[in-house]
């Protein structure tokens, strides 16, 4: 048997056939479930008289449509009734096929991909799945864990299975040490600037090296979190001490002899061959990344914040200088301009990037004894679920926040996506820690500069892009 | 699923790299509970003037004249010329749900997004994959002629535009699944017993995934 990565590895270990189609049938161990890409694949399920095929693997909480106002009164305190409804069908479809649920009154409610981690939901070596394409995230564990559609959330209820086509192997190394203040969401924003937001397409990414090595399981799960937007559906870390002592101990994760046998099969098998081939590889020096800030509307315009707006003749091609004109207009940015000094219009702390304990931290690191900037409408924070809220309310981090000036609200995907009334309205500018810049995302018309929470907090006292070690 | 056989339609050309599926149906329209109706609302930020709700009646909304799928001939089109990367970002199928109730069921691009991908596979729509140099060439003759109309003739393999053909490849269990428009859930079900065996096999060697 030859070397093997470990996305081979879990491949090999979760295939169940070989189809006539050309595809794998892969077996699911976890799928997670909420509000907006799944009431059709339930309302199938139903019409075709179909029962999920296991039970026990699936756990659904409401995160993409909820409020972070007026959360007291569970459901009944969503204003928005066509919210209300989708919320309220969630509950029902997992109350009528038996699914676990964590209801908008629970303290475990969060993100899908902040609470699968936080409860031990999500474990190393599984194969993990949601209609959600930051699935990447629980990679940071190991685990074969990507995005999928209503459709395919709907044969993964069926039949715990998937027909999937293998993808091919791109390491991505990266060597040395990131500098102090220096976050996973900066190294993400990093190799997206330079692989771009395609460069990912087709491959499972594997992030090693020992800059990856020395990141905290929460910088990790950024860093995954951002494969999508390197076109990757897949990213990886292996196992080691640092994932170990992270599931340890989590409400669902084995515990007794199971962990003992748990833990020696991680040890022995979830890392890539030493061998193993990769179809790409590509290395960085932790070192050359400076805090970054996107200035266009996709991932991979990006640059140091010390940096400026790209002119088209550092273009690749007639296409992207078409795509980069077209961006600058929309974020009213010229070529040749300075990040830094960017007036904002509002901040927005959360999404299931950064807004995790440590994210939380980093920002009031920045915000402590100091104001959000007069000219800031609006700088919000949204932790990423219920649990993350207690835990930085244990140690005083709303309290800050709110000296500062910033709304501490409920858990939720929020302003990244702009479901729910936190939007961005047209022509705003806003200093996001979220993962999409892409037109429109955050509100139509809404320009977003995604950033680690440390510049975000940053921009929120100095009312205007700026590097956060500067303050 | 409607089967994908041939299909004749006007070229809707969008002369643009990383279309990203918010694009293609903003937040919005996801709080439907429905797989049908996105039609209207296909690009919306661009389409109309005034932004739209999932409630607002169409009749209330100004479209945007300046926007190509406000435009004759392309109003009717149903195939989607794009640079790389189309479909990136989000995984909502409701992206390939607004191009299909538009009456959309090929997209030609030089690589399209993963999950955006499977996703078009699994509402009969093509998403087909040709070299940038056809692409460029493609992108000529609609520039050339406005209303230029693609046949795809999928049991062949091939388009034609005006009196340009192209053959291309596709991998044959999609290409299968396409033609005949079936249940994939129900065919799956058929390795109901293999699916078993598999549990039980990995329950012995790994209890402590199964919590139950």
Same mark, same amino acid.
């Given at each position: 048997?030859?070397?093997?990565?470990?996305?081979?590895?879990?491949?090999?270990? @979760?295939?169940?056939?070989?189809?006539?189609?050309?595809?794998?049938?892969?077996?699911?161990?976890? @799928?997670?479930?909420?509000?907006?890409?799944?009431?059709?694949?339930? +309302?199938?399920?139903?019409?075709?008289?179909?029962?999920?095929?296991?039970?026990?693997? +699936?756990?659904?909480?409401?995160?993409?449509?909820?409020?972070?106002?007026?959360?007291?009164?569970?459901?009944?305190? !969503?204003?928005?009734?066509?919210?209300?409804?989708?919320?309220?069908?969630?509950?029902?479809?997992?109350?009528?096929?038996?699914?676990?649920?964590? +209801?908008?009154?629970?303290?475990?409610?969060?993100? !899908?991909?902040?609470?699968?981690?936080?409860?031990?939901?999500?474990?190393?070596?599984?194969?993990?799945?949601?209609?959600?394409?930051?699935?990447?995230?629980?990679?940071?564990?190991?685990?074969?864990? @990507?995005?999928?559609?209503?459709?395919?959330?709907?044969?993964?209820?069926?039949?715990?299975?998937?027909?999937?086509?293998?993808? #091919?192997?791109?390491?991505?190394?990266?060597?040395?040490?990131?500098?102090?203040?220096?976050?996973?969401?900066?190294? &993400?924003?990093?190799?997206?600037?330079?692989?771009?937001?395609?460069?990912?397409?087709?491959?499972?990414?594997?992030?090693?090296?020992?800059?990856?090595?020395?990141?905290?399981?929460?910088?990790?799960?950024?860093?995954?979190?951002?494969?999508?937007?390197?076109?990757?559906?897949?990213?990886?870390?292996?196992?080691?001490?640092?994932?170990?002592?992270?599931?340890?101990?989590?409400?669902?994760?084995? !515990?007794?002899? &199971?962990?003992? /046998?748990?833990?020696?099969?991680?040890?022995?098998?979830?890392? +890539?061959?030493?061998?193993?081939?990769?179809? #790409?590889?590509?290395?960085?020096?932790?070192?050359?990344? /400076?805090?970054?800030?996107? =200035?266009?509307?996709?991932?991979?315009?990006?640059?140091?914040?010390?940096?400026?707006?790209?002119?088209?003749?550092?273009?690749?091609?007639?296409?992207?200088?078409?795509? =980069?004109?077209? &961006?600058?207009?929309?974020?009213?940015?010229?070529?040749?301009?300075?990040?830094?000094?960017?007036?904002?219009?509002?901040?927005?702390?959360?999404?299931?990037?950064?807004?995790?304990?440590?994210?939380?931290?980093?920002?009031?690191?920045?915000?402590?004894?100091?104001?959000?900037?007069?000219? !800031?409408? /609006?700088?919000?924070?949204?932790?990423?679920?219920?649990?993350?809220?207690?835990?930085?309310?244990?140690?005083?981090?709303?309290?800050?926040?709110?000296?500062?000036?910033?709304? =501490?609200?409920?858990?939720?995907?929020?302003?990244?996506?702009?479901?729910? &009334?936190?939007?961005?309205?047209?022509?705003?500018?806003?200093?996001?820690?979220?993962?999409?810049?892409?037109?429109?995302?955050?509100? #139509?018309?809404?320009?977003?500069?995604?950033?680690?929470?440390?510049?975000?907090?940053?921009?929120?006292?100095?009312?205007?892009?700026?590097?956060?070690?500067?303050? | 699923? %409607?089967?994908?056989?041939?299909?004749? *339609?006007?070229?809707?050309?969008?002369?643009?790299?990383?279309?990203?599926?918010?694009?293609?149906?903003?937040? %919005?329209?996801?709080?439907?509970?429905?797989?049908?109706?996105? *039609?209207?609302?296909?690009?919306?930020?661009?389409?109309?003037?005034? $932004? *739209?709700?999932?409630?607002? $009646?169409?009749?209330?909304?100004?479209?945007?004249?300046?926007?190509?799928?406000? %435009?004759? $001939?392309?109003?009717?089109?149903?195939?989607?010329?794009?640079?790389?990367?189309?479909?990136?970002?989000?995984?909502?199928?409701?992206?390939?749900?607004?191009?299909?109730?538009?009456?959309?069921?090929?997209?030609?691009?030089?690589?399209?997004?993963?999950?955006?991908s499977n996703n078009c596979f699994n509402n009969g729509l093509l998403p087909l994959t040709l070299p940038q140099a056809d692409i460029d060439q493609l992108f000529a003759l609609t520039q050339a002629d406005t209303g230029l109309q693609a046949q795809l003739d999928l049991v062949e393999k091939t388009l034609r535009v005006g009196s340009h053909d192209w053959a291309f490849e596709l991998d044959e269990g999609r290409r299968q699944r396409l033609l005949s428009g079936l249940d994939e859930i129900g065919e799956t079900l058929q390795y109901a017993g293999r699916i078993k065996d598999y549990e039980a096999g990995r329950r012995?060697?790994?209890?402590?995934?199964?919590?139950?």
């Open positions: 048997m030859g070397a093997k990565t470990l996305y081979d590895k879990l491949w090999d270990r @979760h295939r169940v056939a070989e189809m006539p189609d050309g595809s794998t049938l892969l077996y699911i161990d976890r @799928h997670l479930l909420h509000e907006v890409t799944s009431p059709q694949a339930f +309302s199938n399920l139903r019409q075709a008289a179909r029962q999920p095929w296991r039970r026990d693997t +699936s756990l659904a909480t409401p995160d993409h449509n909820v409020p972070t106002l007026s959360r007291e009164q569970g459901i009944g305190g !969503v204003a928005d009734p066509i919210a209300r409804q989708q919320i309220a069908t969630l509950e029902d479809n997992s109350r009528d096929f038996e699914i676990p649920l964590f +209801s908008l009154d629970d303290a475990r409610q969060g993100i !899908v991909h902040i609470v699968g981690p936080e409860q031990g939901f999500t474990l190393p070596g599984l194969t993990l799945v949601c209609g959600d394409s930051h699935t990447a995230t629980h990679g940071a564990f190991a685990a074969l864990a @990507h995005g999928i559609g209503s459709s395919e959330v709907e044969h993964v209820l069926a039949t715990q299975t998937l027909r999937s086509r293998k993808l #091919k192997n791109f390491r991505i190394q990266v060597n040395g040490r990131l500098a102090p203040g220096i976050t996973a969401k900066d190294l &993400a924003l990093y190799i997206i600037g330079h692989i771009g937001t395609a460069g990912g397409s087709g491959h499972a990414l594997e992030f090693t090296g020992t800059a990856i090595t020395a990141l905290s399981m929460e910088g990790r799960m950024t860093l995954c979190n951002m494969s999508i937007e390197a076109g990757a559906r897949v990213g990886l870390i292996a196992y080691d001490e640092v994932t170990e002592r992270y599931v340890r101990g989590r409400p669902m994760a084995p !515990v007794g002899e &199971a962990w003992e /046998q748990a833990v020696a099969y991680w040890r022995n098998t979830l890392h +890539s061959d030493a061998d193993a081939d990769f179809d #790409k590889h590509i290395e960085f020096d932790a070192r050359d990344v /400076q805090p970054q800030v996107t =200035w266009g509307t996709s991932p991979e315009m990006v640059v140091a914040i010390d940096s400026r707006v790209p002119d088209d003749g550092q273009a690749r091609d007639a296409i992207q200088r078409m795509d =980069w004109q077209r &961006a600058r207009s929309y974020m009213g940015v010229e070529p040749g301009q300075p990040l830094a000094g960017l007036p904002v219009d509002r901040v927005f702390i959360g999404s299931c990037t950064n807004a995790r304990i440590e994210d939380l931290r980093a920002a009031v690191a920045i915000l402590r004894d100091r104001r959000v900037h007069s000219r !800031v409408r /609006q700088a919000l924070v949204v932790p990423g679920s219920g649990l993350v809220r207690l835990q930085a309310e244990r140690e005083g981090l709303d309290r800050i926040f709110k000296a500062a000036g910033f709304e =501490w609200r409920a858990p939720g995907c929020s302003m990244c996506l702009g479901m729910n &009334a936190d939007r961005l309205n047209p022509g705003e500018r806003c200093a996001a820690t979220s993962n999409r810049n892409f037109e429109g995302r955050q509100g #139509k018309g809404g320009r977003t500069h995604l950033m680690s929470p440390a510049m975000a907090a940053a921009a929120a006292v100095a009312g205007e892009l700026v590097d956060f070690r500067s303050l | 699923m %409607q089967p994908l056989i041939t299909h004749s *339609g006007t070229i809707i050309p969008l002369n643009r790299a990383n279309i990203d599926t918010d694009m293609l149906l903003p937040k %919005q329209y996801l709080k439907s509970l429905e797989s049908h109706g996105f *039609g209207a609302f296909l690009f919306d930020d661009e389409r109309y003037l005034d $932004p *739209g709700e999932i409630d607002t $009646p169409l009749a209330s909304r100004r479209e945007n004249p300046d926007f190509i799928l406000n %435009q004759e $001939p392309y109003r009717h089109g149903s195939v989607v010329l794009a640079q790389a990367n189309f479909g990136c970002g989000s995984s909502r199928e409701h992206a390939v749900w607004a191009l299909r109730d538009f009456g959309v069921r090929v997209i030609i691009a030089p690589s399209f997004g993963d999950i955006f012995r060697e790994e209890p402590w995934v199964f919590r139950a």
